[in-house]
């Protein structure tokens, strides 16, 4: 494949499992035309919009860009027609609500980030579904959803970047070859097969792998900002697991229950929060300015800052999928400690939004002691203390 080579040779990063961009790349010289469409892909899913004004979104397949219809067919999904559906969702009224359906294990770094920004800032809401694999230059795509749902066996994450480059220039030594690379620059002709890279090549090379992995991350949190960094070194998690390390908001076996979820009994309210359905005003009855409990209006939500608001969102969501978390510092526990040691800078139970009134809370198990603390807080600023 086109698209595949540059990374493939070591001339750009890529976005994907290199086994499969490898072997994606493998069948696509082995088999003919003819063989390969209807061995391998059949058609190419396409978007639609159902008659509830969800408007569905197929990203199936190795992402590139600019591909060529030959490389569509073959079962790549090119950025480009990506954006021209979601642009053209974004401008339709009808289109109440966007879904994306992944399955793909990534693919090239051009044109995701700029195609995840896209998605991020639509306007309308968004739900990112896998029931097989939402990884690399996919995941990328769709953290920057709403919504994240995958069914509880998928492969998700795989938060990282690469360049594969191979030092030939033994194997040319051991032949009696020897290349000589005329160039000018430093950084020139890094690579080039015979010869072996300086130290300043690979540092400039590394230097762009990292910065392409912090853009990443970055673009991960904007919108799943509980995922820890140590989730986000490269590895794969199974759906559940991403659940519980907030990669994902929820969990569905197929993409009709995913959507159902998302668009509950038909109706959605695109300035609603989308997470918090009926827990906001839930959790936030127990919050008083006086720290004693008791009812307050929802006007208390906006003081949250987005970053608050969307942990509020997604703390809801797993609570919801897997129950409240227990007291211990255990993977499942809420580290709870009584009383709170940072009780005089305002961070307390009693200033939770979670905190329910008398020894309750939303999120954590058992009695719960207003002037305790635990790490899922969130306490609107005006209550806190620097």
């Excluded at 999904?77 to 979601?86: G, K, Q, S």
């Excluded at 966007?98 to 995701?112: D, Y």
């Excluded at 020139?188 to 590394?206: D, P």
């Amino acid at each position: 494949m086109r698209f595949l080579s540059n990374g493939l040779s070591g001339r750009e990063p890529l976005l994907i499992d290199p086994s499969k961009a490898k072997a994606h790349a493998d069948l696509s010289e082995k088999f003919g035309f003819t063989d390969m469409l209807t061995q391998l892909f059949g058609q190419a899913p396409t978007a639609y919009v159902t008659e509830d004004g969800t408007g569905v979104v197929p990203i199936v397949g190795v992402i590139g860009k600019g591909l060529t219809p030959m490389e569509k067919m073959m079962g790549a999904v090119d950025l480009n027609d990506i954006t021209m559906a979601l642009d053209t969702m974004k401008a339709d009224p009808s289109v109440k609500r966007i879904a994306l359906q992944i399955s793909s294990p990534g693919g090239t770094v051009t044109g995701v980030e700029e195609a995840a920004n896209l998605i991020r800032n639509i306007g309308k809401p968004t739900m990112a579904y896998t029931d097989s694999e939402m990884a690399s230059a996919a995941y990328w795509l769709g953290s920057a959803a709403d919504r994240v749902v995958a069914s509880p066996s998928s492969t998700v994450g795989s938060v990282g970047v690469y360049m594969n480059l191979i030092d030939m220039s033994k194997a040319y030594d051991m032949a009696g070859a020897k290349s000589v690379l005329i160039k000018s620059g430093i950084y020139k002709g890094a690579g080039v097969e015979g010869t072996t890279m300086t130290q300043e090549q690979m540092a400039n090379l590394q230097n762009g792998v990292d910065a392409i992995h912090a853009d990443f991350k970055s673009a991960v949190n904007a919108k799943r900002s509980m995922v820890q960094a140590s989730a986000m070194e490269g590895q794969t998690f199974s759906g559940r697991q991403a659940a519980q390390n907030g990669m994902v908001t929820g969990l569905a076996d197929n993409f009709n229950q995913a959507v159902q979820t998302f668009n509950p009994g038909g109706a959605f309210n695109p300035n609603q929060n989308t997470m918090m359905k009926g827990k906001k005003t839930k959790a936030l009855s127990g919050i008083k300015a006086d720290g004693d409990g008791g009812s307050v209006s929802d006007e208390q939500y906006p003081l949250l800052t987005p970053r608050q608001r969307a942990m509020a969102d997604e703390l809801c969501e797993i609570e919801d999928t897997f129950g409240q978390f227990d007291q211990t510092s255990g993977p499942d526990g809420a580290h709870y400690a009584a009383p709170s040691p940072f009780a005089d800078k305002g961070l307390m139970c009693q200033n939770c939004i979670f905190y329910q009134g008398g020894r309750v809370c939303e999120l954590v198990k058992g009695d719960i002691d207003p002037n305790a603390v635990c790490k899922l807080w969130i306490i609107p600023g005006s209550l806190v203390k620097e």
